[in-house]
């Protein structure tokens, strides 16, 4: 199954010079968050080869939902960056929004990345605000974000 047959229910990579444009999309808010967190890391490898052996818990607060979905890839790359962890399966529950802020709680199930299982295809620096967009519409959720590579 091609990469792009794969992905297209979950997220699509756009055109963009230098950096890696994600689309993800989904019908509820919190699956479109956890498809955006699967494409952070099919950005950085293989996800199928991910094999989801330890399970980690994050809670992310923010003030709006661009700082929200921000914070939530945030936290999953410093996961990457200072525990070596990749991930492939999200659950996120305990969605809340108020007037003041947005927050959940997100299950996340991988392994230490291992360079023998895991090809590497490109590292990811950062998480941008550049042309990040959350649209929310009557049957379905679009999620767009830059990762500066």
Request: proline share 3%; aromatic share 12%; hydrophobic share 40%.
């Amino acid at each position: 199954m091609s990469k792009a047959k794969r992905f297209n229910e979950k997220f699509e990579f756009l055109e963009h010079t230098a950096d890696t444009y994600i689309r993800a999309h989904a019908t509820r808010m919190e699956e479109a968050y956890e498809n955006a967190a699967l494409a952070l890391f099919e950005t950085m490898t293989d996800s199928t080869k991910i094999t989801q052996t330890q399970e980690a818990t994050l809670e992310v607060e923010a003030e709006d939902q661009y700082a929200l979905l921000y914070n939530w890839l945030e936290a999953l790359l410093i996961k990457f960056d200072t525990e070596g962890l990749l991930f492939s399966k999200f659950q996120i529950t305990n969605w809340k929004e108020t007037p003041e802020s947005f927050s959940f709680t997100a299950k996340m199930w991988g392994e230490p990345f291992n360079p023998k299982k895991h090809p590497q295809k490109v590292g990811v620096k950062a998480v941008t605000y550049h042309l990040m967009a959350v649209i929310r519409e009557p049957e379905r959720v679009l999620l767009e974000f830059i990762l500066d590579i």
